[in-house]
Nanobody, 117 residues
């Protein structure tokens, strides 16, 4: 059974930082591309709202809105993917889901990130 479990969300003030983690099980982790997408408040979850993506060979891509502020990384030995979020803005608020994709697409249950003063 495939599982992706996120952690690290919370409430943070604008300008602050958070680090999200996602641990996967049940897949050949190193063969999968990984990433994070965000569901903003009041919107349906949409897999196209990707904020960061990292390929199986470690190449990272970011949405324009987070470039220079967010960093995605992976640790294949720990079956984990991370999202370091710096200089957070109110508009970064949402539920963050990690995903793994190869021939199939898997995602976790999400972790809430709230940026508010």
């Amino acid at each position: 059974q495939v599982q992706l479990v996120e952690s690290g969300g919370g409430l943070v003030q604008p300008g602050g930082s958070l680090r999200l983690s996602c641990v996967a099980s049940g897949i050949g982790f190193s063969d999968y591309a990984l990433g994070w997408y965000r569901q903003p408040p009041g919107k349906q979850r949409d897999q196209r709202d990707i904020v960061a993506h990292i390929t199986a060979d470690g190449k990272a891509n970011y949405a324009d809105s987070v470039k220079g502020r967010f960093t995605i990384s992976r640790d294949n030995e720990k079956n984990s993917v991370y999202l370091q979020m710096n200089s957070l803005k109110v508009e970064d608020t949402g539920v963050y889901y990690c995903y793994a994709i190869q021939t199939s697409w898997y995602w976790g249950q999400g972790t809430q990130v709230t940026v508010s003063s």
